[in-house]
């Protein structure tokens, strides 16, 4: 299967540290991107990272991309209380008809 | 602000009832798409639509039926609820331009069969 696996499934920080969440895939990609999920609601788009780049900036946001290993990783600078959600990271495998979500990784962040 | 949008936030239901999960967007967007997810678990995808008067269905088997007779309008019908249907069911839709762009969610509905 492509579909991606975040690492770790968990993760509790203070507020104020950083927070690195990881995914996995199998197959080449046109892109991979990273949504965010408030717990009960639907998805929000975070960043798109394409084939071609290695990192992209958003805010507080980094993003890496590494092909060769077929793995990404999320950076969360700075961490707020009002980052608690899940991450999910969503592979465009080449030649598929839509993307593949990940499993999710879920933060907290303590104030 | 994403301009998708789903009907009923919360839905509870009984058993062998049919119901029709609504889900719209302003944007022109061409490709649509219903996810099931569980509490704390993964996204599947159950159905999604290229354009008008295309369906397909996704990667895990449902029950449920989708037409689009409109660009904007994405319903998904359950002929006759289950327990086993109880689940979150989100809406998303996007541009179709050939690799997978992003997506647009919905707030989801909470479905809940008794």
Redesign the interface.
Known sequence: SQQGEEDPQALSIQEGENATMNCSYKTSINNLQWYRQNSGRGLVHLILIRSNEREKHSGRLRVTLDTSKKSSSLLITASRAADTASYFCATDATGANNLFFGTGTRLTVIP | E?DIY?TPRYLVIGTGKKITLECSQTMGHDKM?W?QQDP????H?IH?SYGVNST?K?DLSSESTVSRIRTEHFPLTLESARPSHTS?Y?C?SSWDRG??????????T?LSVL
């Not at chain 2, 704390?40 to 996204?43: A, C, I, K, T, V």
């Not at chain 2, 997978?100 to 989801?108: A, D, P, Q, R």
């Open positions: 994403a789903q798409y996810y704390g678990m993964e996204l995808l999604y397909e996704g979150q989100l998303a690799t997978n762009e992003k997506l647009f969610f919905g707030s989801g909470q």
